[in-house]
């Protein structure tokens, strides 16, 4: 079936989608009038990366028409740009730490246009990441995928093919594994939207913010690039979204968190930096609803891989390969490839000094740093990560968004606790009041 002409809708080449995003991000959020403030710098350097990911564009291209040498070369430089830029944002979000006075911004759009702006955009990205087409390019996996993933996008293939039906019953396996990915990848970015909505609407006391931070996710190119292929890269990052969204909540942020961690190996090393945060604030909890949220989610994929007779399954695989290892040399395509691997291991090291700075400064931790840290964290994974280090843009993108967008958060701390305050101690003083003995009143003395 021929498809319509109405219906074949397609997104610039990355190059014009850049300079496109770049006019409108300006157009909407630049400060016109306090040109040199912070936020504007901050709008330009997002799109720092952006060369980088040109760069490998064109160094894939150069090597699948043969020309091998050139394409290594600008494999190379392509990583480099992206570690550079990487370093910049690294050094930024530690430096937020600093900045106090952070008054509201208003958009240059009015809400309901900005609104109706990144609707379109999400429709739009859909429809091109429902798109199928013959590329082969278009077809190769950014980076390796974890195995909790795959079993998810796989239960839910499973789930869809035993659908009544017609349609769903005549197509291929193929068919049906491309929809549900793009489906689960697209139904990502959307809790992604609809988290930092959420999180300026009830966090940073703005609409407008929130609103704008949905809208500035979409447009910058990193969530356009390679649109439909990144389940393994939005998926753990909507559970982090969340889990900033509830940081009020130890429990609720725990499991999240937990959750993340049990489906994708890198939210764990956030761990440090939020159980500083809860500091004597519900870090117990907080840890205990993290470690029984990856046992879960791990067991269940350990049950499902068991059953189904795959060997080796989730963390324990992961922590195996080499891209993990700073001790071990890669065999994947990143940095390392044109440069010495040893010198992972000083990084790394430095890596560890910094989760383990961070969870005792700063003290007490607020929202901002949580934020922040949380960028700087997983923008330090990129400079020891073997496979592909550096283009994971959207593990810590929507932290760079609000980063942009916060307001003042000095007071957004963590809920000291009170007294009878968690569900436990309501039940046990529930129970208290059923079992205790009757109060006996004291005789009353007779009067003389």
Not at 236 to 250: D, E, I, K, M, N
Not at 339 to 344: E, F, M, N, V
Not at 346 to 369: D, T
Not at 395 to 405: A, D, R
Request: glycine residues 8%; proline residues 7%.
């Amino acid at each position: 079936m021929e498809q319509s002409i109405f219906l074949d809708f397609h997104l610039p080449n990355a190059a014009t989608w850049l300079y496109f995003s770049l006019i409108l991000s300006l157009t909407l959020f630049f400060q016109f009038s306090r040109p040199f403030c912070v936020r504007n710098l901050d709008l330009l350097t997002l799109f720092l990366l952006s060369p980088g990911f040109l760069l490998l564009q064109e160094a894939h291209h150069q090597i699948s028409v043969g020309r091998t040498e050139r394409g290594e070369r600008e494999l190379i430089f392509g990583y480099s740009w992206l570690l550079v830029a990487s370093a910049y944002w690294f050094f930024r979000t530690v430096f937020d730490m600093g900045l106090v006075r952070r008054p509201s911004v208003s958009p240059n759009l009015t809400v309901a246009g900005l609104g109706f702006l990144g609707i379109a955009l999400f429709v739009g990205q859909t429809s091109v990441a429902l798109r199928r087409t013959a590329d082969p390019a278009e077809t190769v996996q950014v980076g390796k995928r974890p195995a909790p993933i795959e079993q998810v996008q796989g239960q839910a293939t499973a789930v869809v093919q035993q659908a009544p039906a017609e349609t769903i019953q005549r197509a291929s396996p193929d068919d049906v594994r491309f929809w549900v990915e793009r489906t689960l990848c697209m139904a990502c970015h959307a809790a992604i939207v609809v988290g930092l909505l959420m999180i300026g609407l009830k966090h940073f006391q703005d609409l407008a913010s929130g609103i704008g931070m949905g809208t500035l996710y979409l447009l910058v190119p990193y969530t356009a690039f390679d649109i439909g292929r990144q389940l393994h890269h939005v998926w753990p990052t909507a559970f982090l979204v969340w889990a900033v969204f509830s940081y009020r909540r130890p429990v609720v942020a725990g499991w999240l968190l937990g959750l993340a961690t049990g489906t994708a190996l890198f939210p764990a090393l956030l761990f440090p930096l939020w159980f500083g945060f809860y500091a004597r604030r519900g870090a117990g909890r907080f840890a205990r609803a993290f470690l029984a949220a990856v046992t879960v989610s791990v067991g269940i994929t350990a049950l499902v891989m068991g059953w189904g007779g795959e060997a080796g399954f989730g963390i324990a695989t992961t922590l195996s390969l080499p891209d993990w290892q700073p001790w071990r040399m890669p065999n994947t395509e990143s940095i390392w490839t044109g440069a010495h691997w040893a010198y992972r291991l000083p990084l790394f090291v430095l890596f560890v000094a910094f989760l383990a700075g961070v969870a005792v400064w700063p003290r007490p931790k607020n929202l901002s740093h949580l934020i922040s840290l949380s960028a700087a964290i997983l923008i330090g994974v990129q400079f020891w990560h073997a496979d592909r280090g550096g283009v994971y843009v959207l593990w810590y993108l929507p932290f760079l968004v609000m980063m942009v967008f916060r307001p003042n958060l000095s007071s957004a701390e963590p809920p000291g606790l009170t007294p009878a305050n968690g569900i436990m101690s309501r039940l046990a003083g529930a129970a208290w009041k059923r079992v205790r003995p009757p109060r006996q009143e004291p005789p009353k003395q007779l009067a003389v």
